[in-house]
Every structure is written in C-alpha cells, then in structure tokens.
T-cell receptor, first 116, second 115 residues
Framework: ETGVTQTPRHLVMGMTNKKSLKCEQHLGHNAMYWYKQSAKKPLELMFVYNFKEQTENNSVPSRFSPECPNSSHLFLHLHTLQPEDSALYLCASSQVEASGYQETQYFGPGTRLLVL | AQSVAQPEDQVNVAEGNPLTVKCTYSVSGNPYLFWYVQYPNRGLQFLLK??????LVKGSYGFEAEFNKSQTSFHLKKPSALVSDSALYFCAVRDKGGSARQLTFGSGTQLTVLP
C-alpha cells in the first residue's frame, strides 16, 4: 500500500444524485491532487491543493467541487454529473518545498465511478 | 510547454526476454522524469525517477530507465520479463524551469508478458 486511501472504491450514481469521494494520506505530505482517468486517455489533473490552499483548477466543470479541510484529507463533491464523467478518480499526495520543488506523487487505489 | 509521448499503446514480450517501454518528452529546460505502473483496479505505483546525476536509474521490481538528453527519451527497461510485470505503464515529466508546476503524464503503454 502507498499510504493513500480512497473511499468508496466503487460508486454508481444517477445524474441527479449528490455524492462525495474521500481521500486520506498517511505520509505527512502537504499537497494533494485529484486526477481523472478515462479509458484510452492520459491522466487529467483536476485539482491541486498545496498547504490546504487550492492552487490549480484545470478547467473542471462546477459539478465537481473539491474540499481540503486539512493536509491529510481531500474530498471531491459530485452533483448533477453526466454519463461522460464515468471514470476512475485518483487521489495523490506529495511533499512540495517552499521553492516549488515537488517530490514524487503517491497515488491511492482510485474510485471507479459510473454515472447512469 | 511540457509534453510526454508513449508511442506504443501495446507491447508484447515473452517471459524471460528483455522488455523496453518507450517514452519521449519535450520540455523547455531540464526534466524531472518518472515511471509509474498501474495494475488492474489499482492506482498508480511509483517505479523510478530521474532528477539529476547518473543517466541510468534503477527502480523497483528490477526495472531501470535510461535518460538520454540528446534523444529526449527515458525508456523503461528490464532484462528479463515476468508474467507478473503485465500492467499499464505511464511515463511522466515535469519541466524543472518551466511555469508548469505539475506532472504531465503520457497516455500509457499496456505491457503483456506472455508465458
């Protein structure tokens, strides 16, 4: 195990549902990430939190809403999703130095999301 | 801008034979380079990285990668493949001096090791 856990591992939801994905890292890192992995496509970085502050939002639709209450926990709140949002959602963490140097990212097992 | 290419979607190799998974990159400065592996229904696992120093980097599970600056490549290699090496492999790059502060991943190469 990498020290990054994600729950739930599988999720099926309708387009009108609201659900949340949870990520927890036990590595003492100060940065956390959400990625979307769709079949036959490169990993898409969605959000980045450094020191609990959101530093990047790569043009992600507002139906995805991240929350980072502390450096160990990261949530992705989902509402009114579309079928094309079905994918594997991966969480990662790393240590980022004040200079901006970023150590290796460590990934959780992912949440497999199916939107009906 | 930084980018990475994995030119092969699929690589097949017989067990016991050497394997190579190719990766080329593009950055404006010097690169940080990474290889990750993903087994079915799992997240990405870190294999190895190049930051600076020796061009040949050794990583987990007997894998190694060679940084070639002139060819802008960072191919992943293993002298003798195992069936258990069958997985999806991702190369990633970050430009040390660029404005992008995050990793860019390739589209992945599915490695199948045949018994």
């Amino acid at each position: 195990e990498t020290g990054v856990t994600q729950t739930p591992r599988h999720l099926v939801m309708g387009m009108t549902n609201k659900k949340s994905l949870k990520c927890e890292q036990h590595l003492g890192h100060n940065a956390m990430y959400w990625y979307k992995q769709s079949a036959k496509k490169p990993l898409e970085l969605m959000f980045v939190y450094n020191f609990k502050e959101q530093t990047e939002n790569n043009s992600v639709p507002s139906r995805f809403s991240p929350e980072c209450p502390n450096s160990s926990h990261l949530f992705l709140h989902l509402h009114t999703l579309q079928p094309e949002d079905s994918a594997l959602y991966l969480c990662a963490s790393s240590q980022v130095e004040a200079s901006g140097y970023q150590e290796t990212q460590y990934f959780g097992p992912g949440t497999r999301l199916l939107v009906l | 801008a930084q980018s990475v290419a994995q030119p092969e979607d699929q690589v097949n190799v017989a067990e016991g034979n050497p394997l190579t998974v190719k990766c080329t990159y593009s950055v404006s400065g010097n690169p940080y380079l990474f290889w990750y592996v993903q087994y079915p229904n799992r997240g990405l696992q870190f294999l190895l990285k190049y930051i600076t120093g020796d061009n040949l980097v050794k990583g987990s599970y007997g894998f190694e990668a060679e940084f070639n600056k002139s060819q802008t490549s960072f191919h992943l290699k293993k002298p003798s493949a195992l069936v258990s090496d069958s997985a999806l492999y991702f190369c990633a790059v970050r430009d040390k001096g660029g404005s992008a502060r995050q990793l860019t991943f390739g589209s992945g190469t599915q490695l199948t090791v045949l018994p």
